[in-house]
């Protein structure tokens, strides 16, 4: 049977996202199908109007609805700390931890592999930043790499690392976010580089 | 961090959707935020009409462009049996199986603690269109229920025969979609339930 091509469309448009292969697509389709028409136009309108609607903030590159991010916009946020991060989920995730500093928003980790090298995300824009705000008479005490800790993350990481020496010398701390076991795991099914990392990361009690 | 509205919005609309959690809802809206915007409008209006553009087939209640599914469409496909299904997806599947008669597309199944008694899903639709082909002479000779195996399936099967039985004695035969152990499964495996039924169900070689 062939499906109804309005159907076909929406298991298509469902395919396009991660994760979703061809019969959870279908699922979903269908799923859509039998919802209220005021959520389905509200489905609709949704996916419209985000990509309208959503700006990029101009001091740290994070998803905003206004010309600063919340996080920029809020005036209590320490801007002497600036935690870099690859992507606006991790900004989501790390407001859940207390941090009061803001933060720097890469869009991505540099990947020779996939032709990602520093300046096709926002490292550039990071040392121009560090330097307005230099003219400025804001001093930045630390940056704090906060990319993920795969290859490609730390690798990122080292080049940001390398060009901050490079630049600022000793003037600015530069940190990397702590690494070691994750809360609740088991030291027996732990690998070695996690275990390693875990040893050379220990804090006096 | 707060989401700017228009992402949060389509956060909202990808948790309606079965199988997905809050973090997948996120991960797909930023997914869709970088897509371009060609895809992103196609996909949005996709989602705006499947409601407008699908309707339900007249005879066998299966999704539709027209007045007739493309299965009822078809003149080459033998009217005198009739496979009984609880959803569309179900048809899809079946069509697979070189199935070459029509459906009858149930939209549901029987299930009293939800409150859905034969007569929410399309069961006296199936009696009526039953009494409308004997009008016009056509005798159907097989009712095939292919519903699922689940408990609910199993009463909705149930059910229906007993009705056909009531109503139609010994003049159609009424048959269950073949119940055993799934292709390339290890008997070993195997709950006692489906080996059970591959036992009553075993054929002669």
New interface residues.
Partial sequence: ???????Q??V??FE????IGPK?A????????R?P?D?????????????????ICKECF????DEL???CANPSRGRQTICVVE???D??AL?KSGYKGVYHVLHGFINPIAGVGPDEIFIPQLFNRLSLLGEAGVQVSEIILATSTSMEGESTSMYINRELVKNYGDSIKVSRIGKGLPMGADIEFADERTLSDAIQGRTTI
């Fill in positions: 049977m062939d499906l109804p091509k309005s159907i469309d929406l298509e448009s396009m996202l991660p994760g959870t279908q699922r979903l389709a269908f799923y859509v199908l919802l028409l959520d389905v136009k509200r489905f609709s309108e949704s996916v419209n109007s985000i990509k309208e609607n959503t700006k994070n998803v905003a609805e991010c919340s996080v992507s606006p989920l900004v989501i407001e």
